[in-house]
Structure formats: C-alpha cells, structure tokens
C-alpha cells in the first residue's frame, strides 16, 4: 500500500527499510569534525554495534560511497551525486542562484537558500562575500540549527501550529553566545513575530559578530521553496540598515523568485 505524501513512516512499520536507514546514518555521521574515523568511531557515533557499522561501512566502500586507508574509513566523492541529484531535480536552482548573486551584487553581503531539514537548516545555494563571517566555512550542503538562524525562524514560522509545537518540545536549546534564546516559551513567541511580520532577524546568536535577516521564498503557485536570506557582520551592518536598506532588497528578490519560478 502507498503512503500519502503527508504520511510519513514510522520505524516499526512495515515498510520501513532499517538497513537504508541504518546505512544512511553511517553516511551522516561524516562531518566537519569528522571527516576521518576508525570502525568503532563510526560504531560510537551512530550507536551501533562494531559488526553492524562494519557491514555497512563495506558495503558503501564497495559501492563507492567510502574510501578506506588503513583503519580509517572517509566520504569518496561519489557522495556528491547524492547532492547533485537533489540540486539538478529542482530546476529553479540556476533562478536562485543568480537572485542570490544579485542581492550580494547590490548589498556586497553574503546570501544563502536554505530549506527546512529536521531540526536544522541545510544550504542548498550560496553567493558569498569575500568577507568572512563566521569561524566556521559556509557551504552549499552546510547544516545549523534552525531555531537560531534567521532562515531557520522564517521558515519554522511557516509550519502549523501542530508542527511548530512538535519541534520546540524535542528540539534542545544550546548556548552559543549570551545573546542565544534558550527559552522555550520565549523561541516560540519569536518565531510567532515573525509569522506575523513576514521576515526573521538572528542577531548574534550562533555566532558573535553574525547578524542576519531572512524571508521566506515561494514558487508561482504558492509553493514554499525555502528561505534565502542576507548575512553581515554586526560591527558593520547596524540593525536600522538592515530594516532599511537590507529588508527592502530581499522582500523584492523574494517576489522576483515567485514570479519566475512556476
């Protein structure tokens, strides 16, 4: 039986594929911090145990997936058809990304699609400044906490009530700077503003010195395609410029992108 696309499957179902899952996992749990690991590093980070990782760590290096040196397993560049399948489906990306390179023409500021994924916010496309932000390398495929990114609140303000709910009681609240809402009731009464006014500002809370100012972006037919967003730096960039000058210029990229991707 098919499932709607509004139904989502739950582990125990029977159709629930656990070793595509599993596999996936291990696939995952490569990143920034961990770009190389033994077998019982992988084992740890995904919770499973030495012989199960280890059956799944073959079989992605047979595929292609992994490279193995020695005792230690890192991502092949074959992972990257994985992205590129996402990227080419969706033909509005080359719209996008000269949008993205406008607004950096016109602001001299970095700007950054990215959609709702989990708990997260994952960059699907990128115009960077040649100013550097933040300590860490912001990329296409970048994964950071939605509840503290501006994209992150525009598009949580978009979901129903029910949904918005769901992720605040499971999402956990890290402090990144003192600025950072840790507050649940409080996140909630933000994302709530920005429901209303129709465009989200993170100022400094994942990163100090990062300030940053998102709406939501939709296709012709009302569909939500994500979030795009423009990132300064706060001792350059003072909040009135922002509502200003920077506001202005990403509400009109906004209805430029629904007016031409159908």
């Given at each position: 039986?098919?499932?709607?696309?509004?139904?989502?499957?739950?582990?125990?179902?029977?159709d629930?594929?656990?070793?595509?899952?599993?596999?996936?996992?291990v696939?995952?749990?490569?990143?920034?911090?961990?770009?190389?690991?033994?077998?019982?590093?992988?084992?740890?980070?995904?919770?499973?145990?030495r012989?199960?990782?280890?059956?799944?760590?073959?079989?992605?290096?047979?595929?292609?997936?992994?490279?193995?040196?020695?005792?230690?397993?890192?991502?092949?560049?074959?992972?990257?058809?994985l992205?590129?399948?996402?990227?080419?489906?969706?033909?509005?990306?080359?719209?996008?990304?000269?949008?993205?390179?406008?607004?950096?023409?016109?602001?001299?500021?970095?700007?950054?699609?990215?959609?709702?994924?989990?708990?997260?916010?994952?960059?699907?496309?990128?115009?960077?400044?040649?100013?550097?932000?933040?300590?860490?390398?912001?990329?296409?495929?970048?994964?950071?906490?939605?509840?503290?990114?501006?994209?992150?609140?525009?598009?949580?303000?978009?979901?129903p009530?029910?949904?918005?709910?769901?992720?605040?009681?499971?999402?956990?609240?890290?402090?990144?700077?003192?600025?950072?809402?840790?507050?649940?009731?409080?996140?909630?009464?933000?994302?709530?503003?920005?429901?209303?006014?129709?465009?989200?500002?993170?100022?400094?809370?994942?990163?100090?010195?990062?300030?940053?100012?998102?709406?939501?972006?939709?296709?012709?037919?009302?569909?939500?395609?994500g979030?795009?967003?423009?990132?300064?730096?706060?001792?350059?960039?003072?909040?009135?410029?922002?509502?200003?000058?920077?506001?202005?210029?990403?509400?009109?990229?906004?209805?430029?992108?629904?007016?031409t991707?159908?």
């Open positions: 039986m098919m499932t709607t696309e509004e139904e989502v499957l739950s582990p125990d179902d029977r629930f594929v656990t070793a595509l899952a599993s596999g996936l996992e696939v995952l749990a490569f990143d920034e911090a961990h770009p190389r690991m033994t077998l019982s590093e992988v084992a740890a980070r995904t919770d499973m145990n012989a199960r990782a280890r059956r799944f760590l073959l079989t992605l290096h047979a595929l292609g997936y992994v490279r193995k040196q020695g005792r230690y397993f890192e991502l092949a560049p074959r992972v990257l058809q992205g590129y399948a996402f990227l080419s489906a969706n033909n509005y990306r080359s719209v996008i990304q000269q949008v993205l390179e406008d607004i950096t023409a016109e602001s001299g500021e970095s700007s950054s699609l990215g959609v709702l994924d989990g708990d997260a916010v994952t960059y699907v496309a990128r115009s960077s400044a040649p100013h550097r932000l933040m300590a860490i390398t912001l990329s296409v495929g970048t994964r950071l906490p939605a509840a503290h990114t501006s994209m992150g609140r525009a598009l949580l303000a978009q979901l009530d029910a949904e918005l709910d769901a992720f605040l009681e499971r999402v956990t609240l890290e402090r990144y700077t003192d600025k950072t809402v840790t507050d649940k009731a409080l996140l909630k009464k933000c994302i709530l503003k920005v429901r209303q006014q129709g465009y989200a500002i993170a100022d400094q809370e994942l990163d100090s010195g990062l300030r940053s100012l998102a709406v939501p972006a939709f296709d012709a037919n009302g569909k939500l395609l979030a795009i967003n423009i990132s300064t730096n706060a001792a350059r960039v003072d909040l009135d410029t922002l509502m200003r000058e920077y506001l202005p210029l990403l509400q009109r990229k906004a209805r430029e992108i629904r007016e991707v159908s």
